[in-house]
């Protein structure tokens, strides 16, 4: 099972404690049945974090925006650097 979907297995089903392949047990080393509905949903859910981190600035961009922002003495939600952060936010919010 692959890294993202074994964590979203492991976030709904806290009773699942071993998975192999596409197969989980128990501590008991009995099969739980999973919804693949419900697992499929919530890698959906958490899929606008990967495509939202993918679209902030590098942080040495960030930095350079920060600075210029200070000397400009825009250190408020007026500089570039807020506006560059908040068009990511409002283009990918979380849980969307």
Known sequence: MEPKKDAAVRSLYANVVV??????????????????????????????????????????????????DMLADKGDKTGDWFAAIAKVKADFPKGV
Not at 32 to 57: C, F, H, S
């Open 19 to 68: 998975i192999d392949g596409d197969v989980c047990y128990d501590a008991s080393r009995n099969v739980v049945t999973i919804d693949e509905t419900a697992v499929t949903n919530k890698l959906n859910a958490e899929a606008y974090k990967d495509t939202r981190k993918a679209e902030y600035p590098d942080i040495a961009e960030q930095l350079d925006l920060l600075y210029k």
